[in-house]
């Protein structure tokens, strides 16, 4: 599938941006969904994922209470709601996706088949 993700910019501390995703190519409902971050000079890292049916949500501790991740199927998109943004979300956030027969969901990078081109947010102090 290719993954095409959106929606970053420069924001205060505090602040609040919508990360969209949008993916072509396959049958995006047989994708369990990954949003991941790397921040300059890191290692890339895991935001959240969500199962193909969205049942299933897990989160960085880092950012748990605070983003929220979901997707819509019939518009062959997953979405990353980043409330409360602090300096030290500051990042690239990629979105990824994996295929998966069940409703399952996986938080290391290398279980993520497809990636998109990465959007970058930068909030401020």
């Known amino acids: 599938v290719q993954l095409q993700a959106s929606g970053g910019g420069l924001v205060q501390a505090g602040d609040s941006l919508r990360l969209s995703c949008a993916a072509s190519?396959?049958?995006?409902?047989?994708?369990?969904m990954g949003w991941f971050r790397q921040a300059p000079g890191k290692e890339r890292e895991v935001v959240a994922a969500i199962s193909r049916g969205a049942t299933v949500r897990n989160y960085a501790e880092s950012v748990l209470g605070r983003f929220t991740i979901s997707r819509d199927n019939a518009k062959n998109s997953v979405y990353l709601q980043m409330n409360s943004l602090k300096p030290e979300d500051t990042a690239v956030y990629y979105c990824?996706?994996?295929?998966?027969?069940?409703?399952?969901?996986?938080?290391?990078?290398?279980?993520?088949?497809?990636w998109g081109q990465g959007t970058l947010v930068t909030v401020s102090s």
């Open positions: 190519g396959r049958t995006f409902s047989f994708y369990a």
């Open positions: 990824a996706g994996r295929t998966t027969y069940t409703n399952s969901v996986r938080m290391s990078a290398d279980d993520y088949n497809d």
